[in-house]
């Protein structure tokens, strides 16, 4: 049986003697407790004509879901905001379930994560692995806070380094680091640890995603770039050096080579790229000699310099670098 009201269209008529109609004032409908009577609330001055449709519930029902799937497709904009494709007719309550997982690999192009998370919160997660025993290049696309990198110097004994400084002279490249206390978003730094640390056996919950690198430049001598996605060192390019994995030594690439995400390179100034020798202060301990010697892997010569860095014709008694090792003249 029809019995359910859910549009009524009145059509007010007004008449009025020798005068020309009016816009006539609004009459509201009331319903009754069990909604099968309705009344006028006042009594209008001129006669009223009612049309009323009525509709079943089961009517009702495919109304308002043919309502709720038709003309309110979301769409996104440039710049991540989502926006309704049409306004609707009809109010329109939203559930939206958010995703916050984020993973991200060393060896994947991160850049369409990166781009799509841009400024939003994640779970993130990350497939790199710090190694044990020497210092690891490192980058990451979001901040690391005091505390944080204060729990994983205390679970893990991380030790982390910032580049605060470079020169070059003498044919001697030096950098200098100092303690970090936190992790900024896309910044490089060095990292210890004194075990290996997987690094995707932990989640940076909460972590506010940057697409953007950040690298650290000394003017005229060196810019250490951070890498958020893998990318190719040309063969032969005496600009770029790259840490060794698991070594203290810093190498020129002799070959087209891969350096996964999450890692960083030094890019050298053409004067700087001429370096024989280097010296890598990290908060005063220095690292020199055979363990750090600047390795131009293009080719080995036989050419000898002082440990100033300039090239020796003849050598006379005192210590030298020679196809980078110290060579001892008694």
């Known amino acids: 049986m029809k019995h359910r009201f859910l549009y009524i269209m009145a059509l007010l008529l007004m008449v009025a003697v020798g005068a020309r109609a009016q816009d006539p004032t609004p009459i509201d409908l009331m319903p009754s407790a069990d909604g099968t009577e309705w009344t006028l609330a006042t009594m209008p001055e001129y006669d009223v004509e009612l049309e009323v449709t009525y509709y079943t519930d089961e009517e009702v029902a495919a109304m308002e879901e043919a309502a709720y799937t038709t003309g309110v497709e979301l769409t996104k904009t440039g710049d991540g905001e989502w926006t309704l494709a049409?306004?609707?007719?009809?109010?329109?309550?939203?559930?939206?379930?958010y995703e916050t997982a984020l993973a991200l690999n060393e060896t994947?192009?991160?850049?369409?994560?990166l781009t799509e998370w841009n400024g939003y919160e994640a779970d993130v997660t990350l497939t790199r692995t710090l190694t044990a025993g020497s210092w690891n290049t490192f980058a990451v696309p979001f901040n690391v806070n005091a505390a944080t990198l204060a729990g994983l110097k205390l679970a893990k004994d991380v030790t982390v380094k910032e580049l605060t400084s470079a020169s070059f002279a003498n044919g001697k490249l030096t950098l200098n680091f100092a303690d970090a206390a936190s992790i900024e978003a896309g910044k490089p730094y060095l990292v210890k640890v004194t075990s290996d640390f997987d690094l995707s056996t932990i989640a940076?919950?909460?972590?506010?995603v940057s697409k953007t690198a950040v690298p650290t430049v000394i003017d005229n001598v060196?810019?250490?770039?951070?890498?958020?996605?893998?990318?190719?060192?040309?063969?032969?390019?005496?600009?770029?050096?790259y840490l060794g994995s698991g070594t203290k030594t810093l190498y020129y690439p002799t070959a087209d080579i891969t350096v996964k995400a999450f890692r960083a390179f030094f890019q050298l100034t053409s004067e700087a790229a001429e370096a024989r020798e280097f010296n890598l202060n990290i908060d005063g301990e220095q690292t020199t000699g055979i363990d750090a010697t600047l390795v131009n892997s293009e080719k080995v010569n036989s050419d000898?310099?002082?440990?100033?860095g300039r090239k020796v014709i003849a050598m006379q008694k005192g210590v030298y670098v020679k196809n980078g090792r110290k060579v001892i003249i008694k």
């Open 86 to 97: 049409a306004t609707p007719e009809f109010d329109v309550e939203l559930e939206v379930e």
């Open 108 to 113: 994947d192009d991160n850049s369409a994560k």
């Open 204 to 208: 940076f919950p909460g972590a506010i």
């Open 222 to 241: 060196v810019t250490f770039q951070p890498l958020l996605s893998p990318t190719v060192l040309t063969a032969n390019d005496k600009t770029k050096l």
């Open 304 to 308: 000898v310099y002082d440990l100033q």
